[in-house]
Each structure stands twice: as C-alpha cells, then as structure tokens.
C-alpha cells in the first residue's frame, strides 16, 4: 500500500497561481506512475496529469501548457505547478500513485479559483 497526502491547494485569483505537493510513503518502490485527477462538483474525476518512472508526461487538454508536474528523484514526492489558473480549474485535486499490483489515492486538497 501506498498513503499519498496532498498539500498547497487553496484561494487564488484567475491569472494566478498554485503548486501543489504529494508526499508519498509505504511501498513508495513500487510505484510506477503518479499524477493527479480533479473533481469539480456534480463532475466526474478527470485527468490533470501523469508522469511515469520513465519521464513520459501526459496532461488534460484543459490544463496543457499551463500546468506542469514534475517528481522528485526519489519518487516519494510529486509536484503540480498550476499558472495561469481559470476559473474552471476549481476543483478538489487528487494525488494518485499506481503500483503493479494496485491504484492509490490521497485524500484531496481544495483549490479555489475567484474570476
């Protein structure tokens, strides 16, 4: 099992920015990619992005050019850093990590975008 806790949502104007961070723990070695999804309310979970062991990136067409993830080298953290926020991008924001054997998720961080 993998425990993923998520920290830096919060209030932001448009325009602005955010950077989200997720501290994994656990069977961190297992790990094969890491992300993050968003839910807006009354939506479905999406897609924000992806990052694999092997560097390969994969974004929402929403966020795409805007937002950038990154991860540490020792895989037990992974960044989000949100530019040029809309307010569209309001939503509670997951930290997901796959193993081989199975999916985890950490508990949300909220982040508010004001137009």
């Known amino acids: 099992q993998v425990k993923l806790v998520e920290s830096g949502g919060g209030l932001v104007q448009a325009g602005g920015s955010l950077r989200l961070s997720c501290a994994a723990s656990?069977?961190?070695?297992?790990?094969?990619?890491m992300g993050w999804y968003s839910q807006a309310p009354g939506k479905q979970r999406e897609l924000v992005a992806l990052l694999t062991n092997g560097g390969t990136t994969n974004y929402g067409d929403s966020v795409k050019g805007r937002f950038t993830i990154s991860r540490d080298n020792t895989r037990k953290a992974v960044y989000l850093q949100m530019n040029s926020l809309k307010f569209e991008d309001t939503a509670v924001y997951y930290c997901?990590?796959?193993?081989?054997?199975?999916?985890?998720w950490g508990q949300g961080t909220q982040v508010t975008v004001s137009s």
């Open positions: 997901y990590a796959a193993t081989a054997r199975n999916q985890n």
């Open positions: 656990g069977f961190t070695s297992g790990i094969n990619v």
